[in-house]
Every structure is written in C-alpha cells, then in structure tokens.
C-alpha cells in the first residue's frame, strides 16, 4: 500500500504546543513514524535527509548526511537524547533507520501526516534555538545552511565540538517543552 505525500506549500508555521505535539507523536500507531518526527524536531533536518537516513552514517558523536540539499555532505554533533531517540528503531533494518515495512529494501518514503508538516519540526527548532539564546549564525549552521558571507562560505568551518552547546542547548529547551504541564490539585 503506497503512502501519498502532500507538497507543503510555505506558509512559516511552526509547533506552538510541543507538549500536544508530544502526545500526538507519542500515540501514533507506526513507532517508525513516531521516531521519525521525533528525529526531525529534535536535529532540525529536512524530511529527505531524515528518510534516506543510513545506520552507517549515525555514529556516536555524529550524524554524518553524505549529500544534502545544498550539494554538500554535512555532520550534525548528536547526543544522547537523538541515541535515546533513535533506540526503538535500531536494529528493524540493517541498513535503513526507518525501513518501509512493505518493501524490504527500501526507506518509507513518507510517514503518518499529521497537522504539524515536516517542515515545520524544521521551523521549529530554529525558532526554539533562537529563543534558547543560540546565535542565528549558528543555528544555520546546526540547519546546514550556506553561510551568506564569502567568509562563512569558504573559510569559516565549524568542528562538531564547537556546534554542541548550541544543540545542547536547544535539546534541553524542547525538551522541556514537550513536558506535559502538571494537572491542577482538586
């Protein structure tokens, strides 16, 4: 059975409620598709590089993306909580991390839909590392953005260990932001 995807047109939305959106992710039949949106909220990539995602380029300091939207390869500092993440997924497939369970050999090629886009887990963390206080050249960075200056293109290259605070960073803020609030005392 084939899953159809519909192109989101750009419209700037971003996950207002993460604790609703945690819940709504946390109850989605397919724990495939639970991680996957986990995945995206939490690094920020794009749905393509997340669903052609290969368990030889998920490493224990890194995700490594050989070819990316901008024509480059790109390594994104992991932490524990993408591992912690990335834990009920890990040995479904050998080579995919999120297999398509109708053909063998082969990523799903889309996920549950749900009212939030990709996209938006996209926006999203930008937007929650910009409030967490990550400088917004750094957060292209996390993004894999093309820097807009010739020095940020050509010179400026950015080790894992100097982009981990920010992910740090913006880890701990969505996380505490996918926390249920407390029910109120009768």
């Not at 995945?39 to 669903?51: P, V």
Request: charge should be positive; glycine fraction near 4%.
């Amino acid at each position: 059975m084939a899953i159809e995807w519909y192109d989101e047109p750009p419209n700037g939305t971003i996950i207002d409620d993460l604790s609703t959106w945690k819940r709504t992710v946390s109850d989605l039949p397919n724990p495939i598709h639970t991680v996957f949106y986990e995945l995206l909220l939490y690094t920020g990539f794009r749905k393509s590089e997340a669903l052609n995602l290969e368990w030889k380029n998920v490493f224990e300091d890194r995700i490594h993306l050989p070819m990316t939207k901008n024509g480059r390869s790109f390594d994104l500092p992991i932490l524990q909580i993408h591992h912690e993440i990335l834990a009920p997924v890990r040995g479904l497939h050998k080579q995919w991390v999120f297999p398509s369970q109708k053909l063998r050999d082969r990523p799903i090629s889309a996920p549950q839909r749900l009212r939030w886009s990709p996209h938006a887990h996209r926006r999203t963390f930008a937007t929650v590392a910009m409030e967490a206080g990550v400088l917004e050249e750094v957060v292209g960075r996390l993004l894999n953005h093309t820097p807009l200056s010739i020095t940020g293109q050509r010179y400026v290259r950015p080790s894992l260990e100097a982009l981990r605070p920010a992910m740090e960073a913006v880890c701990v803020e969505i996380s505490k932001r996918c926390e249920l609030p407390a029910k109120p005392r009768s």
